[in-house]
């Protein structure tokens, strides 16, 4: 019999209990216990949002029909598998109906006396790592590894559960493992062509698989069954619901939007200042520069401080930058070398994750301490932003000289994790770690914006200032073309801020696996593919470069005149040209919950085979990016139907529905602008610092009427959640030809 109360409904079946919770907006929360007991630590963290009382519940033929005014529900009477239908009775998602689910108890250990540890040290690319062999264990709780079987409709397509290394794009017929590594994001979303989403509660490694025609997900240590059910009227109201689940996410700082340049690495405080220098004297914009690790004494990794020698006096070099409108990012990290005074504090009051030299971020005490260290040795140089990395914090694959396969990588993800930390949070350390630093920013500089450039993520770490990058990739044109869709399944996961290294990180090949670059240092195959791979990067939420083996600035890759450099330097004043559309866009990601960039199937769903297309995509509203992705300058475009589209350089007019043939110039890559839209720009800049939103300029692509908000604030501040911001509405009147706003201060001039 089904009980029903304040919006949950529960349905007794064999031995175990289901629930569903339903919410506002057609979001249920399907959750299946075993003992009837629903465990308030499993999601914890995830926003209770208002629940939907207005339900009618029907008795069907061996079956109950539940109605809302979002969605319609049905579970079977003698299975409790549960069907998910939109309002109009369309089916959307349907558990299996003969055993919809599996639940398997498990017993959670943790290493009970750190002195019996066996732990072994190896070297990585990310240092030393320690690796618990074996240790005395001590049996702390139960879970449940759980499985959750469904039958997806023929031709649906599932992409996200975050970034994959391989070039992932539809994940039906595969199997396709939830894990933390370097070139890997895990995260718990999965949308569906068919218009919704899954959100898994879990905090432990997870897995998708579909084969033979059997589909489930399964979580490895859970206190129950658990899953978010998203439905949307058009897919991108599914990103919407996930962010009203797990937080909106924070408002970037203006300067995040401009170019950031990086690289393996910066030794010295003049050698920075040098370069900072440089890109004034040729008036090329920048807005960040990045020192990278060993800003320590040699010998201390993850000491946070500076090494004297070599950065004598930080605060002037960073006051010199901030005089110049740049800003200065610096590399942190979680482990700590056993000879630094940082580790020495930790190690102390016991906040080491067991056996490692790893703080635990998962105990507030850690993360309190972890921070006062960034407080007290680097805060008062005026560090504006922190690069968090290996905030995995461990990646097992890369102690291989052979690349282990997807499933060993999942194994030994699986057991090394467990073995330092709880599993059932395995996935979730980077999370914390981002809470650590923006907790400890923001009680610090409460009306400052939180800028973390970090290399993990979870559920909910949009909220924490994060943006996420696709860490050590490799230079060659394959990985290019992957990493085109590592940035789409990210956004298809619910992550609005991601970048990349572009250029790679690694050039070179290397002795190890992950260490094979196509290229023998900065020739003219690779300048070919850095230009290519920075003016895709220009065309992302945020815009750097960085890498080893090669230095990266503009100049590195020739002078005024050279062909590559003219168009490294024409892609960096391309992004600040566009900077007013881009940081409206990337403010309605915090303001209104929506996408920076997204596969072209979320704007033109009911385009036969559109969401097939993995390289081309949507960046705002109005633009779409088709990024040269070989050595071959032509390329074969598909401009949706719906639309008329004009190329955004030239202004040539296209009609839409059809492929087109194209030739790309090295000085630029394809980008589009629908017919009927407007593009708002400005003046090149050489920092967002000099940006003045008061004069704005607008490109008009005409063939319907059309609007643009901008937004504008003063682009440091956390003022933007008191609402001291505006958005001003300009308007396009095809028929009259002429341009209205509802902002009289504004200056605006049309580009022809």
């Known amino acids: 019999m089904v009980n029903i109360s304040e919006g949950n409904i529960f349905y007794p079946v064999g031995k175990g209990m289901l629930r569903l919770m339903l919410m506002q907006g057609g979001i249920v929360r399907a959750s299946f216990s075993q003992d009837g007991v629903f465990d308030p630590r499993q999601g914890e963290d995830i926003n209770t949002l208002p629940p939907e009382k207005n339900c009618e519940v029907i008795q069907g033929q061996n079956e109950i029909v539940i109605r809302t005014p979002d969605i319609q529900i049905k579970i079977n009477e003698e299975t409790a598998a549960v069907s998910y239908m939109d309002k109009n009775g369309r089916s959307l998602l349907t558990e299996r109906a003969v055993c919809p689910r599996q639940l398997e108890q498990i017993s959670l ?66 199997t396709y493992y939830i894990h933390q590594a370097n070139r890997k994001i895990a995260i718990p979303m999965v949308v569906s062509t068919n218009k919704y989403g899954i959100m898994l509660s879990t905090k432990s490694p997870a897995l998708f698989s579909e084969k033979n025609g059997v589909s489930f997900v399964q979580t490895e240590a859970d206190y129950y069954l658990d899953y978010y059910f998203i439905p949307g009227t058009v897919t991108t109201d599914v990103i919407k619901g996930f962010r009203k689940l797990t937080g909106r996410a924070s408002m970037l700082p203006k300067w995040a939007y401009g170019y950031i340049q990086s690289k393996e690495r910066y030794k010295t405080q003049e050698e920075m200042l040098e370069v900072a220098k440089e890109f004034r004297r040729r008036k090329i914009g920048i807005d960040c520069l990045v020192l990278d690790w060993l800003s320590w004494e040699d010998g201390k ?41 940082d580790n020495a504090e930790f190690k102390a009051l016991n906040l080491l994750l067991p056996g490692t030299d790893i703080y635990n971020a998962f105990d507030e005490k850690a993360r309190n301490l972890y921070f006062s260290q960034v407080e007290r040795n680097l805060l008062p ?72 450039l970090t290399r993990s993520g979870w559920a909910g770490s949009q909220k924490y200032g994060t943006i996420l990058w696709s860490g050590d990739v490799s230079a060659s044109w394959d990985c290019l073309r992957k990493q085109v869709r590592a940035g789409l399944q990210m956004a298809a996961s619910g992550m609005p801020y991601w970048t990349l290294d572009a250029g790679a990180f690694f050039v070179k090949r290397g002795f190890q696996w992950y260490w094979n670059g196509d290229f023998d240092g900065i020739n003219e195959d690779y300048k070919k593919l850095y230009t290519r791979w920075l003016e895709f990067a220009a065309f ?99 401009l949706p139907a719906g639309n008329d589209w004009y190329d955004y350089y030239t202004g040539d007019f296209y009609e839409g529905g059809r492929t087109i043939d194209y030739k790309c110039p090295i000085d630029r890559i394809a980008v589009f602008a629908k017919a009927g839209s407007i593009i708002p720009v400005t003046e090149p800049l050489d920092s967002t610092e000099y940006y003045n939103g008061q004069t704005i300029g607008v490109r008009v692509f005409p ?16 003022g933007y959640e008191r609402g001291e911001y505006s958005i001003s509405r300009i308007i396009w009147d095809d028929k009259a030809g002429e341009i209205i706003c509802d902002n009289e201060k504004l200056n605006i001039k049309k580009y022809d």
């Open 381 to 452: 140089s005026e560090v504006d932003a922190f690069w968090c990395d290996s905030s995995e914090p461990i990646t097992p694959e890369w102690e291989h000289h052979i690349e282990p396969e997807d499933g060993e990588k999942y194994c030994e993800f699986k057991t090394d994790a467990g073995n330092i930390m709880p599993l059932e949070m395995a996935n979730s350390y980077g999370l914390y770690h981002a809470m650590t630093i923006c907790d400890g920013l923001r009680r610090i500089r409460p009306d400052k914006r939180v800028v973390n």
């Open 540 to 638: 992302l939420p945020i815009f750097r470069s960085h890498g080893t083996d090669v230095s990266r600035e503009p100049w590195a890759f020739g002078d005024a005149g050279d062909k590559y450099y003219e168009a490294i330097v024409s892609a960096i004043k391309g992004r600040y040209i566009l900077f007013p559309y881009i940081y409206s866009v990337g403010a309605m990601a915090c303001i209104r919950d929506d996408m920076i960039i997204r596969p072209l199937f979320f704007d033109y769903p009911e385009e036969e085979n559109i969401c097939e297309i993995s390289d081309q995509y949507m960046f705002g509203p109005s633009l779409m990016v088709c990024p040269v992705l070989d050595e071959d300058d032509k390329l074969s475009i598909y």
């Open 109 to 174: 250990y943790r290493v009970s006396d750190n002195k019996s540890a066996i732990v072994e040290e190896i070297a990585t690319a990310d240092g030393i790592k320690k690796k618990i062999k074996a240790a005395d264990k001590e049996e702390y709780g139960s879970a449940y590894k759980t499985r959750t079987y469904f039958e997806f409709a023929e031709d649906e397509m599932l992409l996200g559960f975050g970034q994959g290394e391989n070039g992932e794009w539809n994940l039906r017929g595969s």
């Open 301 to 341: 990794w993850g000491q946070k401080s500076f090494d004297k020698s070599r950065f004598p006096a930080p605060k002037e070099m960073t006051d010199e930058l901030h005089r110049m409108g740049i800003h200065f990012m610096m590399s942190i990290w979680p482990n700590m070398s056993p000879n630094t005074e």
């Open 703 to 718: 063939g319907k009427d059309a609007y643009f908000d901008l937004y504008d604030d003063d682009g440091e501040s956390n």
